[in-house]
């Protein structure tokens, strides 16, 4: 969620983010959001609706929880002083991020392939550009 301290930068381009997740609506309070002020609107897709239409895929087991890059950066967050926000009811959904443009069009889309988000900065940069 670091687009959050990038929230007056994002406004400044003419931009919000929005965050699409499938868990109830409970749990997302209780892990995910706990202690955290979320500027941007949080939509509940429970029945995945929008990852189907999107393309987003499930990773398998293996390509989550055998894999030691996860597990690095799993104990950089943690020595970093972040704190892990618990499981969902499926951690192997992968998400993506996405820009759409005034007219609707996609204008930037990167489907995830595990914890490999893009950088925050990228993602305003292409906002700022369709400002």
């Known amino acids: ?10 406004d ?9 997740v499938h868990d109830r609506p409970d749990i997302v309070r209780s892990k995910m959001l706990s202690d955290v002020s979320c500027p ?9 609706q929008a990852y189907r239409a999107w393309g987003l895929q499930r990773a ?17 967050l943690l020595t970093s002083g972040e704190r892990l926000r618990g499981l969902g009811r499926d ?7 996405f820009i759409i443009d005034r007219d609707g069009r996609v204008a930037y889309a990167r ?5 490999d988000r893009p950088p925050v900065g990228e993602l305003i940069t292409v906002a700022e550009r369709l400002g």
């Open 40 to 48: 941007f609107p949080v939509l509940v897709d429970e029945h995945r």
């Open 1 to 10: 969620m670091k687009v959050i301290r990038h929230a007056g930068r994002l």
């Open 12 to 20: 400044g381009a003419g931009g919000t983010a929005v965050f699409v």
């Open 91 to 97: 951690p192997r959904q992968l998400g993506g991020d």
């Open 111 to 115: 489907p995830q392939q595990r914890d």
């Open 60 to 76: 398998s087991f293996a390509r989550v929880w055998l894999d030691p890059n996860v597990w690095r950066q799993y104990a950089r």
